[in-house]
C-alpha cells in the first residue's frame, strides 16, 4: 500500500492541474457558473451560444476562447456588468433590442473600475455605455452597430458621469457618436470612428486626452463642448464632410490645445465658436496641417485669445473664414517670430531663414464677400470670383481690409510624424466589371467612326514630326 506521505504531492498534482471552470453550450450553463463563482475567480467559456440578458453582479473575471456567442435575441440590452471590478474580454456581443428610450446596449456597464476588452459588437443599438463607472478602461473593441439610419441609431460608446475612464484602440463604424459627458479625466487613445455622425463628442469633460485617433468619414470628427484644458494631439482627421462637416468643433472650450494632428478632405478643418469663453484663458493651436479642407478654419466673428503657429496651411479653398464677415484683432497669427505656412503665399525669403521677409495678408475680395454671403461659395472656382480678385488688386480702393496678417510666415509646411496613417482606399472590386463593360461598350461604339481618314485627321491634327501636349 502507497504510504501516506505519498498522496500529499499527487493531490497538489491533481488540483492544480485542474482546468479553470469552463461553460458547456447552453442557455443556462453560463448563468449558472456564474452564480457559482467566487469573487475575484476567473471563468473561461470555450465557444457556444449563449442567451442576454446576462447579469454579472460580482467581481469576476470572464475569459472567452473561440468567440461564444451572447445573443440578445432582439430584445433590451444583452450583457449587464453590475458591480466593481468585472473583467469582460473575448465575447461575440450582439442583437440588442431596438429601444432608443430604453437605451438598449450590448453592454451596460455600472460598475466601477471594470474592463471591456477585445470583443466584438454586433447588431446593438447602442454599444458600450458606462453609467457612474469611474476608473473603467474600454480597449480592443471592434462594434458595428444597427444597420439603420443615423436618427435610430444609438451611440457606439457613451460615458456618462464616468470619471479617469480609458477609451483605447476600439475600431468604431457605423454608430452614432462615441460620447462623453460629464467626466472628468478621460483619456481616448489609437481609436479608429469611422462612418458615423460625430466620431467624439465631447460636453462638460475637463483635462482629457486625445490622442493619436482616426476620426474618419463621419458627418464630424470631433465636437468639443463646455469643457477645460483639453489636449487634443496626434490625430488624424479626414473626410468629414456631413452637413457641418467640421474636423473638429470647439463650442465654449477655455485652454484647449490643439497640436500636432492632420486635418485633411473635411468641408471644415476647425471649427471655432466662442472659444475660448473665458477671458484669461488661451486656445493653442501649433503644429497641425489643415491640408485639402474647404476651409481650412473658420471663426466666428466674436472668437478671440487663440495662438495660432508653426501650423500648415495646404491647398484649402479658403485658408481662414470668419463666418458672418469681421475681422479677428484679438487671434494671434504668430508666436515668439514663428508664424505659419501659407500655401498662397507669394513672398520671399531673401534672409535664408525660412521666414517669408514681407507678412502674409489674407485680404481677398471674393473671401470677403462669402464669409458675408455664403450661397456665393456656389461660384468659388467660376471666372467670376476671379475676375472679382483681380479688379480688387488692380483698384486698390475696394480692396478689403485682411482678416489677419502673419508677419512671421514660413516657407516650407512641417508634417507632424505621430498621426496615424490614412487607410488606402481601394476600389470595390464589383466595380471593375462596370468599368470594363463600359470600357468596350465606348469602343464599339467609337470604331466606325475611327475607319474614315477625315475622323482621323480630326483626332490627330498636329503635322508630323510634332508631338501633341500630354
Not at 419 to 440: G, N, S
Request: a negative charge; proline letters at 7%; aromatic letters at 8%.
Amino acid at each position: 500500500m502507497m504510504k501516506r506521505w505519498l498522496l500529499l504531492p499527487l493531490l497538489v498534482l491533481f488540483v492544480t492541474g485542474l482546468p479553470r471552470p469552463t461553460a458547456a453550450a447552453g442557455a443556462d450553463a453560463l448563468p449558472a457558473l456564474l452564480a457559482a463563482a467566487q469573487p475575484g475567480e476567473t471563468i473561461e467559456i470555450d465557444g457556444g451560444i449563449y442567451q442576454g440578458l446576462l447579469v454579472i453582479d460580482k467581481p469576476v473575471t470572464l475569459i472567452g476562447r473561440n468567440w461564444p456567442v451572447i445573443d440578445g435575441g432582439g430584445t433590451g440590452s444583452v450583457v449587464k456588468l453590475a458591480a466593481p471590478g468585472i473583467h469582460l474580454e473575448g465575447f461575440l456581443i450582439r442583437n440588442s433590442g431596438s429601444s432608443l428610450d430604453e437605451e438598449n446596449s450590448g453592454v451596460v456597464v455600472e460598475g466601477k473600475n471594470s474592463t471591456i476588452a477585445n470583443n466584438r459588437l454586433e447588431e446593438t443599438l447602442f454599444g458600450i455605455y458606462l453609467r457612474q463607472a469611474s476608473g473603467s478602461v474600454i480597449r480592443g473593441n471592434a462594434i458595428r452597430s444597427m444597420d439603420v439610419d443615423v436618427p435610430r441609431r444609438g451611440d457606439a460608446i457613451r460615458v456618462w458621469y464616468s470619471d479617469d475612464v480609458l477609451l483605447e484602440n476600439n475600431r468604431v463604424e457605423r454608430g452614432r457618436d462615441v460620447v462623453l459627458w460629464y467626466s472628468s479625466r478621460v483619456a481616448v487613445r489609437g481609436n479608429d470612428v469611422r462612418s458615423g455622425r460625430y466620431g467624439l463628442h465631447f460636453m462638460y469633460c475637463d483635462d482629457a486626452i486625445i490622442e493619436n485617433n482616426l476620426l474618419l468619414d463621419n458627418s464630424v470628427g470631433g465636437f468639443m463642448m463646455y469643457s477645460r484644458r483639453i489636449i487634443l494631439r496626434h490625430n488624424t482627421i479626414a473626410g468629414n464632410r456631413g452637413p457641418s462637416g467640421y474636423g473638429v468643433g470647439l463650442k465654449d472650450m477655455d485652454d484647449a490645445t490643439v497640436v500636432e494632428n492632420l486635418f485633411l478632405d473635411n468641408r471644415v478643418g476647425i471649427y471655432l465658436d466662442n472659444s475660448p469663453r473665458e477671458v484669461d484663458s488661451i486656445g493653442r493651436i501649433e503644429g497641425n496641417v489643415l491640408g485639402y479642407n474647404d476651409i481650412g478654419v473658420a471663426l466666428l466673428p466674436s472668437v478671440r485669445h487663440n495662438r495660432f503657429t508653426g501650423n500648415s496651411f495646404m491647398e484649402n479653398h479658403q485658408q481662414v473664414a470668419v463666418e458672418g464677415g469681421g475681422a479677428m484683432p484679438q487671434n494671434e497669427w504668430s508666436v515668439a517670430g514663428l508664424g505659419n505656412y501659407w500655401s498662397d503665399y507669394a513672398g520671399f525669403d531673401a534672409g535664408a531663414d525660412g521666414l517669408g521677409d514681407i507678412p502674409y495678408r489674407s485680404d481677398r475680395l471674393f473671401e470677403k464677400l462669402m464669409d458675408q454671403l455664403p450661397p456665393l461659395r456656389l461660384f468659388v472656382f467660376s471666372p467670376a470670383a476671379e475676375a472679382v480678385d483681380f479688379a480688387a488688386k488692380a483698384f486698390p480702393f475696394v480692396r478689403p481690409q485682411p482678416k489677419l496678417i502673419d508677419e512671421f510666415p514660413m516657407m516650407t509646411p512641417v508634417v507632424p510624424v505621430g498621426p496615424p496613417p490614412l487607410p488606402r482606399r481601394h476600389t470595390p472590386a464589383a466595380v471593375w466589371p462596370l468599368f470594363f463593360l463600359i470600357l468596350i461598350s465606348a469602343g464599339l461604339v467609337g470604331w466606325p467612326w475611327l475607319r474614315f481618314p477625315l475622323r482621323k485627321q480630326v483626332l490627330n491634327p498636329m503635322p508630323d514630326g510634332l508631338e501633341a501636349l500630354p
